[in-house]
């Protein structure tokens, strides 16, 4: 089994910052791309940020310039560095990972259970 669990989510004010992290554990061969995903009451999920195992990141648009994704690949482990968030961050958080538990498997889709980030003043 593998598990993604994430921490870090919690109340801010608007222009404050939180980081979220999400470690993966199990029985893991090796992670290709992570992921942070959001969904806003009423709204789809939709990608915040990606980043690949080579380091290539990829942002939407609403989070470019405020928000920094990064992973530490010895601990299996992805980071969300969200600065300058606004009402419209509000949205539980979803860690995502492409992640390839044996050589006898095609690589899976994992996620984590979420993580409430609430902008309000």
């Not at 290709?32 to 690949?52: C, D, F, V």
């Not at 609403?62 to 419209?88: C, H, W």
Request: glycine share 12%; with cysteine; aromatic share 10%.
């Amino acid at each position: 089994q593998v598990q993604l669990v994430e921490s870090g989510g919690g109340l801010v004010q608007p222009g404050g910052s939180l980081r979220l992290s999400c470690a993966a554990s199990g029985s893991i061969l090796s992670i290709n791309a992570m992921g942070w995903y959001r969904q806003a009451p009423g709204k789809e999920r939709e990608l915040a940020a990606s980043i690949t195992s080579g380091g290539t990141t990829n942002y939407a648009d609403s989070v470019k310039g405020r928000f920094t994704i990064s992973r530490d690949n010895a601990k299996n482990t992805v980071y969300l560095q969200m600065n300058s968030l606004k009402p419209e961050d509000t949205a539980v958080y979803y860690c995502h990972g492409n992640i390839r538990r044996s050589t006898w498997f095609a690589p899976g889709d994992y996620w984590g259970q979420g993580t409430q980030v609430t902008v309000s003043s």
